[in-house]
């Protein structure tokens, strides 16, 4: 008899968004006239830029032609797009990344859950807490995260506070971990971290070997200009660190999908390159990103997409700050929202975070998504998205502001 892997089950049941959706759903289907507004999931609403959508139509045509047509592409990506990631998003910040060390993917989702598999079962694992339920339920799928207790945590996992108390910066832990997520600008808190913070990261790691997996799907949003895009900015981080990075939130590909992965060459555990056990992972179980999508990806790389997707960021930001000032002068305490499309408040005189997301639904039919769904530390706080329409933003935050 076939056994299943019992992992799987020790796993908490409804995923957050399905519970926030369903009792969305739920309201509405009660109340049919009220039109309620959602800042509850971090997903695109604007249309792909138009040099990206060029770029995807002549690709479509590339297919039409016999002399131009693609079948499976490169393992890794596609040429034009990988010169284009090294150039962009590396040399033009002084870091220099070869071509060998991208991986092109189709989501940062896949690429997050996925590199937990090129890692012994036995690492002791450091989450943020609140944390992207990705980390934490891939590992816990692999059988790395131990039991999954009454006090929301799992008997394994190294869990690292990130509250007001201490600017949503993670501290060091007191026992060491192997593996270490940081997510930077955070999802869901929006806070975002310096030079000096990474490099404590970095040297952290290099003393014990560990491996920090470092998610900057979010790098487009940083406006201060102090703050670091990449980890790689670090010193060190070469022959520590991981970066995702994803098209979804930078161009609006997340429906479109497009992603990548850095693994540095320099990054050796145990006398083997992290760079071949990856590369190894992904021409086996991965066969490419479509043609299509990575031309268009490529297109955000040009003067002119460059532009188009800088004014598609603006908007999102521009609904941040009408959600952080609105906030604000509801009386709540804000946090966020200034270098990330999240904004990460404390809930009124300490409700419980699933109360206040039923409170908001049910009063004035706006969708946030509570923060306790994104561990226990996130209770006591909500998270809004930039990602909704400009208007109905606006309306939803003055409606929030009229209730409190
Ligand atoms: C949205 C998001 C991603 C991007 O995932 P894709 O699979 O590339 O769409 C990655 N990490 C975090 C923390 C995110 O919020």
Redesign the pocket.
């Known amino acids: 008899m076939a056994k299943i892997n019992r992992n799987f089950t020790k796993l908490p049941g409804s995923y957050l968004f399905s519970e926030t959706a369903r009792r969305a759903a739920a309201f509405a289907a009660k109340n049919p006239g009220k039109k309620i507004i959602k800042l509850g999931i971090?997903?695109a609403t604007q249309p792909l830029a138009p040099s990206v959508i060029k770029a995807m139509h002549d690709a479509v045509d590339d297919m039409a032609a016999k002399e131009t047509f693609k079948g499976y592409g490169p393992d890794f990506g596609y040429d034009f797009l990988i010169d284009a990631i090294a150039k962009n998003d590396y040399a033009a910040r002084g870091v220099d990344i070869g071509i060998d060390e991208i991986f092109v993917?189709?989501?940062?989702?896949?690429?997050?859950g996925n590199i937990g598999e090129i890692f012994s079962v036995d690492n002791r694992v450091a989450v943020c807490d609140p944390v992207?339920p990705?980390y934490v339920d891939s590992n816990a799928m692999a059988g790395r995260a131990g039991d999954f207790g009454a006090d929301g945590r799992w008997s394994n996992l190294i869990y690292m506070p990130c509250t007001a108390e201490n600017g949503f910066a993670p501290e060091l832990p007191s026992e060491v971990p192997d593996i270490i997520y940081l997510?930077f600008p955070?999802?869901?808190t929006g806070a975002a971290a310096t030079k000096e913070q990474l490099k404590m990261w970095v040297d952290y790691a290099a003393k014990n070997g560990s491996v920090i997996l470092y998610?900057s799907?979010?790098e487009a949003y940083i406006t201060d200009p102090e703050i670091p895009h990449t980890i790689f900015e670090i010193e060190g981080a070469k022959e520590c660190a991981i970066e995702?990075?994803?098209?979804?939130?930078t161009a609006g590909?997340?429906g479109t999908?497009?992603?990548y992965t850095v693994v540095p060459k320099a990054l050796v555990r145990e006398g083997v390159q992290l760079n071949s056990l990856w590369a190894r992972r992904q021409s086996t179980k991965f066969n490419g990103t479509p043609y299509i999508v990575q031309r268009g990806a490529a297109a955000i790389y040009t003067e002119q997409g460059k532009i188009e997707c800088r004014k598609i960021i603006d908007y999102y930001m521009n609904n941040a700050k009408v959600i952080r000032e609105g906030l604000i002068k509801a009386g709540l305490e804000v946090f966020g929202g200034v270098n990330a499309p999240y904004i990460w408040a404390k809930t009124p005189n300490g409700m419980p975070s699933w109360d206040f997301f039923d409170m908001l639904l049910n009063k004035v039919n706006v969708v946030t998504t509570p923060g306790a769904g994104f561990g226990p530390s996130g209770e006591g706080y909500i998270r809004l998205t930039a990602f909704g329409d400009s208007e109905a933003t606006k309306e939803a935050v003055e409606r929030i502001i009229k209730l409190l």
Do not use: L
Request: hydrophobic share 25%; charged share 25%; proline share 3%.
């Open positions: 971090g997903d993917s189709d989501g940062a989702k896949s690429d997050c992207y990705v997510c955070n999802n869901p998610d799907a979010y995702f990075r994803s098209f979804s939130k590909f997340t999908r497009c992603a």
